[in-house]
């Protein structure tokens, strides 16, 4: 936590002008004439232009001053490639645990990988069982747009790949594969407000939607939705309900297609797969 530091540079040129001009009076009372062409007042208006620029600086802390405190923390004898290599051993760099792989996967192309889900004893470029020694990285890929679905380039997925192979343990077998998405539409009945016009509170209800369910910036904390965390109909009734010019919503319901265990209430989602929003008439 850094120490708060006082405002300084808390008085301007007309603040400082102002107050010199209440000290007339009192210290010089047969000066009468505070005219500006007063000589006077031209030689405190030049102490106030003066004065304005010694209180900017007194709230700067000069460049020197931070090299003095950082030469505080430095030990006697340390060169710079030895504060490197103390500051490496820190780094991650062998991939064991879960943090680990989703770290290092993300470091492996921070440019293009949005997000990172590593499934232990997973072999999922092959089958959805569990396999003893296999880890599987789900990698989700940046977009341009909230429009576009992210979808993992091969080019991608090697490069991560081999970033991972290179710091796993010897009897590992890693995998980096795509997430599933699964299409989720929402089915609506809506009454706007009497001031907002219907199609514009659908498409802004439309919006909401689709950046909620959205595998990069949605879920509630809007750091993407959470991989196997299933879809509510309790949760889109408040996503459409907090929407601009929505009056009350009624009849809401999911909507997904060749899925025989999921409902009008709920999504089901495994822990590799992330919602994928569908528009669907309001």
């Not at 090299?67 to 340390?78: A, C, T």
């Not at 069982?129 to 997925?157: C, D, F, M, Q, W």
């Amino acid at each position: 936590m850094s120490i708060p530091l006082p405002n300084l540079d808390n008085r301007r040129f007309e603040d400082l002008v102002e107050e010199l001009r209440t000290y007339i009076p009192r210290y010089a009372p047969g000066w009468t004439d505070h005219n500006l062409s007063d000589p006077g007042i031209t030689f405190m208006e030049m102490l106030a232009w003066l004065g304005e620029m010694l209180l900017y600086r007194l709230n700067r802390i000069p460049p020197e001053i931070y090299k003095k405190f950082l030469l505080l923390i430095e030990e006697e004898g340390s060169t710079l490639t030895e504060a490197k290599a103390v500051e490496n051993l820190w780094k991650p760099y062998r991939v064991i645990t879960q943090p680990d792989f989703e770290t290092l996967a993300i470091e492996a192309n921070p440019a293009e990988v949005a997000r990172a889900r590593c499934l232990e004893n997973r072999n999922l470029e092959h089958t959805t069982g569990n396999e003893t020694g296999h880890i599987s990285v789900v990698i989700v890929p940046k977009t341009a747009s909230i429009e576009e679905k992210p979808v993992l380039k091969e080019g991608l997925r090697n490069e991560v790949q081999d970033y991972l192979f290179t710091r796993r343990l010897i009897t590992t077998r890693v995998h980096v594969v795509a997430p599933k998405y699964v299409d989720v539409a929402v089915r609506f009945k809506i009454k706007p407000q009497a001031d907002t016009g219907k199609e514009l509170v659908e498409v802004r209800v439309k919006e909401r939607l689709r950046g909620f369910l959205h595998p990069i910036s949605g879920g509630i904390d809007g750091r993407g939705w959470p991989f196997g965390r299933d879809v509510v109909i309790s949760e889109i009734y408040r996503v459409i309900e907090e929407t601009a010019g929505v009056d009350y919503t009624i009849d809401a319901e999911l909507i997904s297609w060749n899925r025989e265990k999921d409902t009008k209430d709920r999504v089901y989602l495994e822990e590799n797969q992330l919602p994928w929003f569908v528009e669907h008439r309001a």
